[in-house]
Nanobody, 120 residues
Framework: QVQLVESGGGLVQPGGSLRLSCAAS????????MGWYRQAPGKQRELVAT???????NYVDSVKGRFTISRDNAKNTVYLQMNSLKSEDTAVYYC??????????????WGQGTQVTVSS
């Protein structure tokens, strides 16, 4: 059982910054992919950023140049640094990790979600 706990959300003004954190705990043999998703009211959940075990990253076009995903493998933690925030970034953000609890038991775990609100 792998559990993810998120933190760092909150209220910020347009142009401001926030950093989200997501830490995994439990039985972890390996973590392959880490990522951040978000869901705004009335919209589908979308993939925001991903990071592979080798450090390759990918971003949705709307956040390129503003958001940065990073990971600390020793701490089983993924971060999302969000700069130059816009009102359109307002959403509930969820972290996701895919890996293995053991050689023959994969996992796909989600965080509880953290609210990010960008408003004046």
């Amino acid at each position: 059982q792998v559990q993810l706990v998120e933190s760092g959300g909150g209220l910020v003004q347009p142009g401001g910054s926030l950093r989200l954190s997501c830490a995994a705990s439990g039985s972890i043999f390996s973590i392959n992919d880490m990522g951040w998703y978000r869901q705004a009211p009335g919209k589908q959940r979308e993939l925001v950023a991903t990071s592979t075990s080798l450090g390759f990253t990918n971003y949705v076009d709307s956040v390129k140049g503003r958001f940065t995903i990073s990971r600390d493998n020793a701490k089983n933690t993924v971060y999302l640094q969000m700069n130059s925030l816009k009102s359109e970034d307002t959403a509930v953000y969820y972290c996701n990790m895919v890996g293995r609890e053991s050689r023959f038991k994969p996992f796909n775990s989600w965080g509880q979600g953290t609210q990010v609100t960008v408003s004046s």
